[in-house]
């Protein structure tokens, strides 16, 4: 199982940022799949959720409306399209398996760092 986390950067507050995640090893299209977050000395925790058909989408409370969460299947691709960027939103950002939880709780990628700051 491998995950390969991209497109963190440095954004102003209100700016925007596009997150990838190649996922291998497991079948991918049959996976709910999920975004993590961790902010410096906190807990790693959901930011959001979609099943394998992306017929079902989760989010934690304070992205809803400003994250949107989608899946390529075809290219085993995850994505998390961030708009209206907080500095409350400076984390390492992963992806998983799973909807809710992570299903693959021992496996996780470098992550890819999301830094808001003016």
């Known amino acids: 199982v491998q995950f390969v986390e991209s497109g963190g950067g440095s954004v102003q507050p209100g700016g925007s940022l596009r997150l990838s995640c190649t996922a291998s090893g497991f079948p991918f299209s049959r996976r709910a799949m999920s975004w993590f977050r961790q902010a410096p000395g906190k807990e790693r925790d959901l930011v959001a959720s979609?099943?394998?058909?992306?017929?079902?989408?989760h989010y934690k409370d304070s992205v809803e409306s400003r994250f949107t969460i989608s899946r390529d299947n075809g290219i085993n691709t995850l994505y998390l399209q961030m708009n209206s960027v907080k500095p409350e939103d400076t984390a390492v950002y992963y992806c998983?398996?799973?909807?809710?939880?992570?299903?693959?709780?021992?496996?996780w990628g470098q992550g890819t760092q999301v830094t808001v700051s003016s």
């Open positions: 979609i099943s394998s058909s992306s017929g079902t989408i």
């Open positions: 998983n398996a799973g909807y809710g939880e992570p299903y693959f709780g021992t496996s």
